[in-house]
């Protein structure tokens, strides 16, 4: 296969990074889709998706905040037909395990027109440690609506693995790969994995529905972000994510990542060291 020029949407975030950087190293040139990208690309103004997309051949659709909000489908179909139409070949899609208004953006790639890949995933670990939760990690307390359901959280190094080989290779066209890492975790799980890799206690707080929505609502965060965000963890964590796949040895050949790998990783690489605290002390 020929090197095609890739657009890389949420090219800054966990995953989007990741798969530049592997497809940089592969000599495959990359174009970065964020706001802050040359040109730039952001999901709430499609004027910016045609210039974005001017001169590529494939690209790896993430969609912020989630694939499973309401109206996402609607734009990456608007998205995923406009790229076919400006010379896009091929489409790989990150999507969400049991997340079923996510299956109308893939059924959008998938109607495009472009060659595809689905990649349906599991809750990512670098969740715990770049950004989202890894504020509460620092707290010591980790307040989540999943009560004793377990996860089995994947390695965002994982999904950049499978992704990449998604792009550069057609055996992948027109499959679907649902991905977990390889055991179940409960949050009172991760905590302790991160507990023992970090030295520093972290606790699991179960929340209820109405208990999270309220914590997102004193953040400031917009009511209908926590309404649907609150609704897409009622769905998550009602217990029929509860297996492991095996997608990653599909696709890669390997098992993928342990949980109690990443932390070691996370801790040794400073992923929880609290630079509030540095930054405290030079202001005194």
Avoid: C
Avoid at 54 to 67: N, R, S
Avoid at 202 to 229: C, K, N, R
Avoid at 273 to 279: A, S
């Amino acid at each position: 296969m020929k090197t095609r020029t890739t657009l890389v949407i949420g090219g800054t975030g966990k995953t989007g990074r990741r798969v530049a950087e592997r497809l940089t190293a592969r000599g495959v040139p990359v174009r970065l889709g964020s706001r802050s990208g040359e040109p730039p690309f952001d999901w709430e103004d499609p004027a910016t998706w045609a210039p974005a997309v001017q001169g590529i051949e494939q690209a790896y659709v993430t969609y912020y905040p989630d694939l499973a909000f309401r109206g996402a489908a609607d734009q990456v179909r608007s998205f995923a037909n406009l790229a076919v139409e400006k010379g896009v070949r091929r489409l790989v899609l990150l999507s969400g395990r049991n997340e079923e208004d996510a299956q109308l953006g893939e059924k959008a790639v998938q109607e495009s027109g472009a060659e595809w890949t689905l990649v349906r995933s599991s809750f990512f670990a670098q969740n715990f440690s770049e950004s989202f939760w890894r504020e509460s990690v620092l707290d010591g307390a980790l307040p989540v609506p999943a009560g004793s359901v377990a996860e089995p959280f994947i390695d965002a190094d994982d999904i950049a693995d499978i992704v990449v080989a998604a792009l550069t290779s057609d055996k992948h066209v027109g499959r679907l790969y649902e991905v977990t890492g390889p055991r179940l975790l409960t949050f009172a799980d991760a905590a302790a994995e991160i507990s023992r890799a970090s030295g520093r206690e972290v606790s699991y707080i179960p929340l209820s529905s109405e208990e999270f929505a309220t914590s997102l609502a004193q953040e400031g965060l917009p009511m209908d972000f926590v309404t649907e965000l609150t609704a897409l963890f009622s769905d998550l964590f009602d217990g029929r994510g509860e297996y492991v796949t095996d997608g990653v040895q599909r696709v890669l050949g390997r098992g993928p990542k342990d949980f109690s790998e990443f932390a070691r990783d996370a801790a040794a690489a400073g992923a929880w060291y609290d630079d509030r605290t540095r930054v405290e002390s030079s202001a005194r």
